[in-house]
Structures are given as C-alpha cells and as structure tokens.
C-alpha cells in the first residue's frame, strides 16, 4: 500500500494545472447599420422559372443590393419559413482575434520544459444572449502573432462551439479538433511569443426569415496540464 500510495503521491506533486485568462467574443448585431429589421420578402432563385439567378445582379425592376457589405448567395432553407426552397440568403462572415502570449498570461508556466506543456480542458460559457436567431457554430483558430484572419493558411482549426440557440446561455466543452494540440504545441514551444486566439462563424440569413437583432457575449478558457 506504500508503495503504491508514493506512486500516485510523486505524480500529483510534478503536474500542474493552470487557467488561462478567458478570451471573450463578443457580438452585436447593432454593427450592421445597413440590415433592416423585422423579416424579409422572400427571394426565390436559381431553380427553374425563378426570375432571379444572380441574387446580386436581380432583373429590373427588382433592387440592385450591395452585395459588397452585405453577400448575398443562392442557397437551400429547410427552415420553416421556405421549406427547402431556394431563395436568395445573406451570409456574414465575422471573425474576432484575441492575442495571447503565454509567458506573461500565465508566469507560472516558465518553470515547466516547454515540451510538457498540454491541454487538460477546453470550456465555453455564453451570457448576455439577446439574438433573435441562432447562432451558428464557432471555429476557434490559432494562427502566428498578427494574422487575423481564419482564412489564412497559416490558422489552424483549435474546436468548435456548438449552435447557440437564440436567447440560450448554455456552457460545455469546446469539442477540439484532431490537430488541436498538435497546433498548440507550436506555440506553446516559445512562451515568450505571443499568438492569436481566433473564433469565427458566419451568420446566415435567409430572405423572408427575421433580421437578427441583439447581441451575445462567449467566452473561452483553456486549462493547460504542465509536469516536470
């Protein structure tokens, strides 16, 4: 029993857990001065015998939208609104970088080899949940200091936040991608260097469905594990 009590004992001594400060997202749809409010008309496209085809470029005398900041695509709503159909659809893309740097976020971490720095736990909590309208799921990257951008090839999926339904405040686990620590090990390799934290989802808006309207905050925090 001594024996095997001092194994378990050694083990707890040399490991470590340390919380990293919450990286918060916070998004209101007050940003987007240029949507209307309430629901849309309903905009049928691209199948046969729909007079619109080009939801950017609709005939006359139909209004000419500016697809430049606001993108409009043909796409398929199995929503209960348009039943599969068609119909012309906003998408949102919005992104929101944090920068992180390790060494200074958590000290503790610089008496631990860097190589034995891992992730125990990845969590998210929502408040402050106004919107309207779900929220689609939430792609979390890691990319170098001072790339912001998802789309760069040099961001790495990290997980994934499940849909928020509208006016929820769930919490749960981040379900982390297969490569994610691999990626946080590049990082974590140089405490001193700080990188960027990214979560991005696309908002999407069918026509004749309600306009979102509120705001929602998420938050994100990241336990390591560090041994000696």
């Given at each position: 029993m001594g024996s095997a009590g001092c194994g378990l004992l050694d083990s707890n001594i040399t490991t470590t857990s340390f919380v990293l400060p919450a990286q918060v997202f916070s998004l209101n749809t007050a940003m987007w001065s240029n949507l209307p409010t309430g629901s849309?008309?309903?905009?049928?496209?691209?199948?046969?015998?729909?007079?619109?085809?080009?939801?950017?470029?609709?005939?006359?005398?139909?209004?000419?939208?500016?697809?430049?900041?606001t993108p409009l695509v043909c796409a398929v709503d199995n929503g209960s609104v348009n039943n599969g159909a068609s119909v012309c659809t906003a998408e949102i893309p919005e992104s929101f970088p944090n920068e992180i740097n390790l060494g200074s976020a958590v000290?503790?971490?610089?008496?631990?080899?860097?190589?034995?720095?891992?992730?125990?736990?990845?969590?998210?909590?929502?408040?402050?949940?106004?919107l309207n309208v779900d929220l689609p799921a939430i792609t979390v990257y890691l990319a170098p200091d001072m790339v912001t951008d998802p789309k760069d090839a040099r961001a790495a999926v990290f997980g994934t936040i499940p849909s928020i339904a509208a006016g929820s405040d769930?919490?749960?686990?981040?379900?982390?991608?297969?490569?994610a620590d691999h990626a946080f090990e590049m990082y974590a390799g140089n405490l001193s260097t700080p990188f960027e934290f990214i979560a991005a989802t696309t908002v999407v808006i069918p026509s004749g469905t309600p306009v979102p309207n509120g705001q929602i905050t998420v938050s994100v925090t990241v336990t390591l594990s560090a041994h000696l």
């Open positions: 849309t008309q309903s905009v049928p496209c691209g199948t046969t015998g729909q007079p619109v085809t080009d939801c950017c470029n609709p005939p006359q005398p139909l209004p000419t939208p500016d697809c430049t900041t000290p503790g971490l610089s008496s631990f080899p860097t190589g034995n720095i891992s992730i125990a736990s990845v969590a998210y909590a929502v408040t402050n949940n106004t769930p919490s749960g686990a981040v379900q982390k991608d297969p490569g």
